[in-house]
């Protein structure tokens, strides 16, 4: 092992990093991928493979755990250290290894049905937490791997093989939901941008803490289009909202469109690009309430006026940190254990 | 000044009663204590509710200590008391089924108003009419004898009568001559920053010891001489800090930092309170948002090279059943304690029973074996949980840890072992490839080592075995994804014969002193000390009779068929309804006897020693 090298991400803080230069190939294991043709993931990983070798880590100290899902066989494809677990457990499985091994580049793989619904507990509290994690959430809409029902992201009356007459339930924002968790670090982004991701994948790394990344990743099986009007070049620029920090919230393909707040109700509202009222993006706000009412933009069915970006990226000390600083200070207050004076205890006596 | 006698005893079982809030608990530890730095054998029976403070003065929030202490070596807390102390009618009532005609009980007459008594069904006092007549009574107003005492430091009434278990601890000690420095010492440091609290409790104690001095009420005190212990340093113990202590002690003999994840729940809860104290011994305690996360984040960081511990009880295994199975299936160590409690369900959350043996043997899907290991007693839970945790790392396997709330709460006179003494567990973790593969070295994480059948542990930050795992079968060898139909059998086959496999188990031993005994008593768990118990009973009734105890419940002692065959009759205490009996009727096909209690509370010696003779009568 070599030595840890500061890379000025904190994120990676500890994790010991090399000179020898790495290639995707490098990252890329001898496992035949075994998605459908044409989903969504192959991108996904594509972009991970890629983009890995720049942290130049060594490949040894990263791991990656999954759940249970399509998208969960990603560990398999990645030559690090993996976990293929159980179904919405990742999160839970990664908290012990994180918390234990602030060594390693620990990523979560997972989807809406894992880390939404069996999983729902688990990722609230890891975000809740701020365990140094980067979570990955490919969020299709639909249950793939148990072939097509709904999922908890699905949109209200969607018509699957469990719900002939439309599904009853409102759909969960995971943004929304990770905001609400008091997540640090939550962002979006699409599966089709490799630019977008990359840039995204590369800010969640660095973060300490938690990072909640949803991926909007099409299944072109059982839920093909669902992100469609986010990616037809006819239709892109009149719904999609990209994040900037620093910058003005504007959209359109003439950045006609802008983003302001009500000044009588407080929520946010579509105004024209040159309102003077136009937000100012800033994601390292304190208040996660602007955050918040970004996240509420959307339509929840045809998710016009999606944002993508970094929502909100906030420095908050991580769970495995703050272990280990307990620890350490214990140990300084009183020294190291002592276990033979542990077990004699203070009332013990002697016979003979 | 009134002469008093001092009369020997062999032993003597106490039991302090009271209301939940009356502070018993720490009475009966605060006695015990004392006890055992005397240097009596003594075993403990905390009985409590479920509610922290059910309403005052009712039946459902009557607490209780029972403390057995002797001048040799005991084995149970004791069938019935000697001496009840009740410090109000709920506490008298409640507990007066278990005290046999002529003992002693002194009880608190300060609540004893009609409202009191109506409150738990008593129409007319107890102390007035002849309900008692049987016993030697003393009833005494320690409410207001203590609160006298305490005028000068002007508490408030309900404060001042907080201090009446101290004036009973007071009165007790001197009745058998315990000392209550150590008392006095205990409360000096609890209430250090309460100097009125303090000193009133101080002095309660006090006046509780000079009131049984010098009153004509108590013309006698006892003595109960110190038990032949062999040499050595000794402690008192409850289970769970015992296993918590096995724990540390094992975490250090094999140099991996302690991980332990859980959720709190009765009665392991103490657990994971003990293993928070001890960050400077490296132990990570995670509190966890639920059970099944408790035992996800222990196997993550098993994976990550650490030693995994999840505590809980029987619920909690139930929804833990799933990440046992993927310990399984990824052969990582992991040690899975279960504190038991009656069940099913929420069942008696404070009370005692051993009716999760099936649960974890075979509570999960699909081909699970999973070794388990059960404590005896309060202090073995210490080398119970150093055995787990040899076997869940030497074989890469989750381990059940079986301990109850009997020996959880429950405490006894440990002999403190010498740390050099103590097992050295070996890791052995993989830091080389393993196989020839197609033109160079590579490695398979799935390659046994013929002996042990275990596969290799190699953990994140070593170069060059980067590898996955997960919960989908595993092709034998490589570990990569296989779905092969022998491939599968051959692999369910290999986690069950390293499971049966595990060596160092040691052959069970019998204790038959005649030699020619024909009915051998088998147990395991913490029905030890009463099976014990009742069998010296019936031996000294002149029956011969042989005793057996299993500490492995999988893989079972080699010669255990051999055993259980070599007797005409083998009867199996158990507090279930005879789940360790069905199973070695289908292992062994042996007619076993089983003798089932499932009341929440341990086997009585002597209602066990009964069912013993009568099983040798019949023989």
Redesign the interface.
Known sequence: ?TAPVELGLPGLAGV?TTDVKQTKKDFT?D?EVRWCPGCGDYAVLAAVQGFLPDLGL??????F?SGIGCSSRF??Y?????????HG?AP??????????P??SVWVITGDGDALSIGG??LI?ALRRNVNLTILLFNNRIYGLTKGQYSPTSEQGKVTKSTPMGSLEAPFNPVSLALGAEATFVARTIDSDRQHLTSVLSAAAAHRGTSLVEIYQNCNIFNDGAFEILKNRDSRDEVLIRLEQGAPVRFGADAQHGVRRNPSTGSLEVCEGDDPGVLVHDATADDPTQAFALSRLADPGTLARSPIGIFRQVDRPAYGDL?AG??D???AK????D??A????K?????? | MTVKHVRELDRVVIRFAGDSGDGMQLTGDRFT?ET??F?NDLSTLPNFPAEIRAPAGTLPGVSSFQLHFANYDILTPGDAPDVLVAMNPAALKANLPDVPKGATIIVDTGDFTPRALKKIGWTTSPLEDNTLSAYKVHALDLSGITMEALAPFELSRKDASRSKNMFALGLLSWMYGRSID?TVKFLREKFASRETIRDANIAALKAGWNYGETTEDFAVSYEVKPAA????????ITGNLALS?GL??AA?QSGL?L?L?SYPITPASDILHELSK?????V?T?Q???E??AI???????????L?VTTTSGPGVALKG??V??AVS?ELPLVIVDVQRGGPSTGLPTKTEQADLLQVLYGRNGESPVPVVAASSPSDCFHAAIEAVRIAVTYRTPVFLLSDGYLANGSEPWH????ESLPVIHPNFATDLNHDGEGERDFWPYLRDPETLARPWAV?????????????EKLDGPG??SYDPNNHERMVRLRQAKVDGVAGIPDLEVEDPSGAARLLVLGWGSTYGPIGAAVRRARKAGHQVAQAHLRHLNPMPANTGDVLRSYDRVLVPEMNLGQLALLLRGKYLVDVVGYNRVRGLPFKAEELADVIMEEVGAL
């Open positions: 092992m010991p294991s496992q060594e490949r040894e100290n990263i791991v755990v560990p398999y990645m030559n690090t250290y993996g976990m293929h677990s159980i457990r839970a499985i990664a908290t012990g290894l994180a918390a234990s091994r060594d390693l507990n688990h509290h272990m307990q620890l200070e214990a140990t009183h020294g190291e254990g276990l033979q542990l077990l004699n205890g009332d013990s006596w002697t016979v003979g | 204590a055992a730095s240097g150590g212990m062999p040499s050595g340093t000794y402690r008192n202590y540390v002690a250090r930092p991980f994840g001890h960050k400077r011994f490296g990570r995670f966890a948002e639920d099944v996360a996800g984040a222990a196997l993550g960081a098993s994976f990550g090279g650490a995994g799933e990440t199975g993927l990824l403190v072992p010498d740390v994140p930050g070593t170069p060059g075995l980067e590898h996955r795992i997960g919960g989908i990569t994804i």
